[in-house]
Structures are given as C-alpha cells and as structure tokens.
C-alpha cells in the first residue's frame, strides 16, 4: 500500500538512516540535496519530487518501495484469493497471467 503522509516517509528515511549509520549531512551529500532540505523531509514538511525521493533511495541504497509503501497484513489472503482465481482460469488464461506477473517482475530489476 503506497504511503502518502510526508510525516511517514520522512520517520522511515530517520530509521533507515540511522540503520545505516549515517548523518543527515553525508545522505543529503550524496543525494545532491541542501542539509536543510534532507533535515526537512525527515520531518516531513516538505513535498518531495519522484526525483528527489529516487536521489534519496539511491544515496541509501534502497529501493523506494522501502520508503513509499507499507506492509499491508492482508497479503496473505490477496495472494491467495488470486491463486484461487488462478485455479478456476483455463490452461491458456494461465500461461497469459503467468507471463504478465512475469514481464511485471522483470521490470522491477
């Protein structure tokens, strides 16, 4: 599920951050950015590009699903409402959604 709060994606770059043993200074640095402006999207009072938000990932070595999205508990039982769907479907209409789950994960690399 995306995250849309800049409250909350500023608190998971703080975490992540931290994890990393880094300063504001050095990520801001590294993402090209002023360490006002890193310090600011940490407490999230700024709105931040897609741009921005990939300079960061990058800077961080993360992915932005890291920061954008959050666990959703209910997966489990998405995935397997879909498998059972799946099972209902004919040979053919299998190998077409097998084959665009597929492309969709290649496009993630």
Do not use: W
């Not at 504001?24 to 700024?46: C, K, M, P």
């Not at 959050?70 to 409402?81: I, T, V, W």
Request: aromatic share 4%; glycine share 2%; with cysteine.
């Amino acid at each position: 599920m995306l995250i849309f709060d800049f409250r909350v994606i500023g608190n998971k770059l703080l975490a992540i951050r931290k994890k990393a043993g880094l300063t504001q200074i050095e990520v801001a640095e590294a993402a090209n950015l002023s360490d006002r402006t890193y310090a600011d999207i940490e407490r999230g009072t700024v709105n931040m590009r897609i741009e921005t938000v990939l300079k960061i990932c990058e800077a961080l070595h993360i992915t932005p699903d890291e920061v954008l999205t959050e666990d959703n508990p209910n997966l489990s039982a998405k995935q397997a409402d879909l498998l059972e769907e799946l099972s209902k479907c004919t040979l053919q209409q299998k190998e077409t959604a097998l084959e665009l789950l597929a492309v969709y994960l290649r496009s993630l690399k």
